[in-house]
């Protein structure tokens, strides 16, 4: 069944009455595995049904993580965790092409999953030659 917009959240997010959800994602949720959690955990400000102990618990380590090398560990424990479990699926994803004038602007910023169109290039480009 199809839903309109407001359905749909009230749905997800207020009834959580659903067997499954077919919604979108973008590179960084996907990468970042602790706020793609939205999409899967059980737990406050978050929208799904999951309440797995143990993806409760990589998820709230996640969360308080006190450094980039824990919270890297905890990345890689919340996707091991997705690959097995698979509690969501990408259907589909789309190769994105950005063509950029490197010939007239120099400083593209390319950020991961975004490619060079993205708020730091906007602020760091400047015409060649200045």
């Avoid at 590179?27 to 049904?49: K, M, Q």
């Avoid at 999953?113 to 906007?122: E, I």
């Amino acid at each position: 069944m199809s839903l309109g917009s407001d359905a749909f959240k009230k749905k997800l997010w207020t009834d959580r009455d659903y067997l499954m959800a077919i919604g979108y994602s973008t590179p960084y949720a996907n990468l970042a595995g602790d706020t793609a959690a939205e999409y899967y955990v059980d737990l406050p400000g978050l929208f799904s049904t999951s309440t797995a102990p143990n993806i409760l618990e990589i998820v709230n380590e996640a969360i308080r993580s006190r450094g980039m090398e824990e919270l890297s560990q905890n990345r890689r424990a919340i996707q091991q965790y997705v690959a097995e479990e698979q509690p969501i699926i990408a259907l589909i994803w789309g190769d994105a092409i950005y063509p950029v004038r490197t010939d007239r602007w120099e400083d593209w910023t390319p950020m991961y999953g975004y490619g060079p169109v993205n708020y730091w290039s906007w602020f760091s480009l400047k015409p060649v030659g200045e």
